[in-house]
């Protein structure tokens, strides 16, 4: 088997952080399309091509410190992210650059995913606003297992902003995601919101790690 090309992950991941950034940075008017709120995340989508790019803006009440290991921890994601079924660490290849695998739960008839993705987590401004991006990259290291449809994630992140109190975090996700199989774009495009409850699924994953409360 090929050795890994670390330098192809590096460029992919350093790509997809930026693209991740100026997504999560950008006006709302004039470029957003404005879905709904849910969960006090408000949604809006942005339609590039046949496959849209969805946006999600929340915020969670614990600090970036608290919420950075949580959410880059990924063997331990299912943990948090109930549509998430697994994580692995393929290869690390520096504190800021990774090759990893995440497989994900289907819907009724619908067969789990799985995704080879370029990860990318870095400090961006000097507020201590940290950026975690991935990118699907192939790699014959991470092969697509038994029983998963192998998607395609062309961008899927979120963006940790230090709120001036300290303790809250503005945490805001980007995602572009294609989970392939017979699944045609105007399906995936009205289920494509729902990556944006990742915001979500992390302040009830705290809350509960606190013990202040439980979350349905």
């Known amino acids: ?6 330098s192809k992950v590096v460029q992919v991941a350093s790509e997809v952080l930026k693209d991740t950034v100026e997504l999560a940075l950008e006006k709302e008017e004039g470029n957003w399309e404005f879905l709904k709120v849910k969960n006090d995340i408000r949604i809006c989508r942005k339609k590039t091509g046949s496959l849209h790019t969805f946006r999600g803006v929340g915020k969670v009440s614990f ?9 880059t921890s990924v063997e331990s994601r299912p943990a948090w992210d109930p549509l998430c079924k697994g994580g692995r660490l393929i290869c690390k290849v520096d504190d800021i650059y990774s090759l990893v695998w995440w ?23 000097e507020d201590g606003s940290v950026c975690i991006a991935t990118r699907s990259l192939e790699d014959p290291s991470c092969p697509s297992k038994p029983g998963y449809v192998r998607g395609h994630a062309n961008l899927a992140g ?8 300290g303790e809250e975090t503005l945490v805001t996700y980007i995602g572009n995601v294609d989970p392939k199989g017979l699944l045609p774009h105007w399906a995936v495009n009205i289920g494509g919101e729902k990556g944006a409850m990742s915001i979500h699924y992390l302040q009830c994953y705290l809350e509960q790690q606190a013990n202040r409360k439980s979350c349905k």
């Open 1 to 6: 088997m090929a050795s890994l090309d670390t």
């Open 103 to 125: 497989s994900f739960h289907g819907v009724l008839v619908i067969s789990d995913r799985d995704f080879c993705l370029a990860l990318a987590v870095k400090e961006i401004s």
């Open 158 to 165: 979120i963006l940790l902003k230090p709120l001036d109190n």
């Open 63 to 71: 600090p970036v410190e608290q919420i950075l290991p949580v959410a």
